[in-house]
């Protein structure tokens, strides 16, 4: 073997290393999370944390079912996100109002589910949201909002989305072959 | 000489009586000749569909188009020539007779789409209720489908929209057509926005219904007064119906 090569063979990967180990220090400080706008209801469809990791899988695994089956569920529409927590008056022009927004830009996320889905609550959400002061009144609205859906001409049977945590992923040794020149 | 005389009319036979024989019969596992009696309307689950009275439309009336529009938020754009037309009336005239016919004219729901054999990505589609529809995840826009239409029911959206309904995505690039409402049918209304507006405002001319049901208002207008499919010569059994033309 050329002597070069077994010095790069040794050099490159412990420069890796380091490279790697300065880089994670830096991280050590946590980013402050954005202000996300307040929702609608008090109970999200899934717990808070399923929905941060997961909404997008949530819906993209659903997204078939609905359109092409007409098997719509209405825990996970898409509608149904919007109306509960994008309120009539945020624009997405101002991400810090708008729900979606405000987490996508954060986190440099750009999707393009709105240039065909409208990015504001339907007219009965809207209300709803007029009506968001006497808080009794709008668990009534909410209910009667929701048991409009039920009346679904196919019952919804889809096999249920199993949400599986991601595996804490450790950082994965640095390992080049043998013989590997740069 | 009698079997000379015979044989044409052997010949005949074969050709009238026999030939219908086979017609019947099975040709391969699973295709026929013709169809058996019956066969229509066998399938499981609905088929959505409607039944347009001509003698009832009235020509100028526009409450289906307009209820159409206003469900699904299409809005003209001030360019004629690009703007999405999910319902067109079509008038039309006799010259020999003087006699004028009004229907509207929308995407006719084939059970043998041409829209979804030609679509390249698989966006067009027929759901197993009969609707055809665009999944616009998956429409690139090459508009295929609106060449092979025999129809012209499909509209291409030429320009970036705005404040679109909940219930009816629409986005630049991609085609679209009538739905038959399917929010509505996936909700349990069993009605449409241009049936509904044409018994309120129009001439109740417009029916929807199940065309699989025996016992639906449609099934059964259909079965008794009979109905014309816009150029059933391309054998798509469109699931729009029409009666007077």
């Known amino acids: 073997m050329h002597p070069r090569s077994t010095l790069f063979g040794i050099a490159l990967p412990a420069v890796l290393a380091a490279g790697l180990a300065l880089t994670l220090g ?37 997204r078939d079912e609905a359109k092409r089956y007409g098997r719509r569920n209405p825990d996970h529409s898409f509608v149904g996100c919007i109306d509960c927590h994008v309120s009539p008056s945020a624009s997405r022009d101002q991400p810090e109002t708008h729900f979606c927004m405000a987490c996508h830009q954060f986190n440099a996320v750009k999707m393009d589910c709105f240039q065909c889905h409208t ?23 909410i209910d009667r909002h929701l048991a409009g859906f039920t009346g679904a001409a196919q019952p919804f ?12 992923t450790p950082v994965p040794a640095l390992s080049l072959p043998e013989n590997s020149t740069p | 000489m009698s079997t000379d005389s015979n044989a044409p009319l052997s010949r005949r036979q074969f050709i009238s009586g026999a030939a219908a024989a086979v017609a019947g019969l099975t040709i ?14 066998s399938t499981e689950g609905p088929r959505w569909g409607l039944l347009i009275d001509t003698d009832r439309c009235n020509k100028g009336c526009t409450a289906c188009v307009d209820a159409c529009h206003e469900e699904h938020g299409v809005h003209s754009l001030g360019r004629p020539e690009t703007d999405a037309q999910w319902i067109r009336k079509v008038e ?9 016919h009004s229907l509207p004219v929308m995407c006719q729901h084939c059970e043998n789409p041409p829209c979804v054999d030609v679509c390249p990505t698989k966006a067009s589609f027929i759901r197993p209720d009969g609707v055809v529809l665009v999944d616009k995840h998956t429409c690139i826009g090459c508009r295929y489908c609106m060449m092979a239409c025999p129809y012209k029911a499909r509209s291409f959206i030429h320009e970036a929209l705005t404040n679109q ?7 630049k690039g991609t085609v679209e057509s009538c739905t038959l409402c399917v929010h509505r049918i996936d909700r349990g209304d069993h009605t449409t926005a241009c049936v509904e507006a044409c018994n309120t405002d129009g001439h109740g001319a417009m ?39």
């Open chain 1, 26 to 62: 830096g991280c050590s400080s946590q980013a402050e999370a954005p202000p996300m706008p307040q929702a609608l209801g008090e109970q999200c469809v899934e717990p808070t944390d399923v929905m941060r990791r997961n909404h997008m899988a949530i819906l993209f695994h659903e």
């Open chain 1, 119 to 141: 990015d504001t609550p339907s007219d009965e959400a809207a209300a709803l949201w007029e009506a968001h002061g006497d808080a009794a009144a709008l668990d009534a609205t």
């Open chain 1, 157 to 168: 049977s889809v096999t249920p989305f199993s949400v599986t945590p991601l595996p804490a």
């Open chain 2, 28 to 41: 391969a596992p699973g295709v026929f000749l013709l169809k058996p009696a019956g066969a229509a309307g």
């Open chain 2, 92 to 100: 039309l005239h006799d010259p020999d007779t003087g006699h004028n």
């Open chain 2, 165 to 171: 309904k909940p219930h009816s995505p629409r986005g």
């Open chain 2, 207 to 245: 029916v929807f219904g199940d065309l699989n049901d025996p016992d639906s208002t449609i099934a059964q207008r259909l079965r008794e007064q009979g109905s014309t499919a816009i150029r059933a010569d391309l054998r798509l059994n469109p699931a729009v119906r029409y009666q007077g033309i």
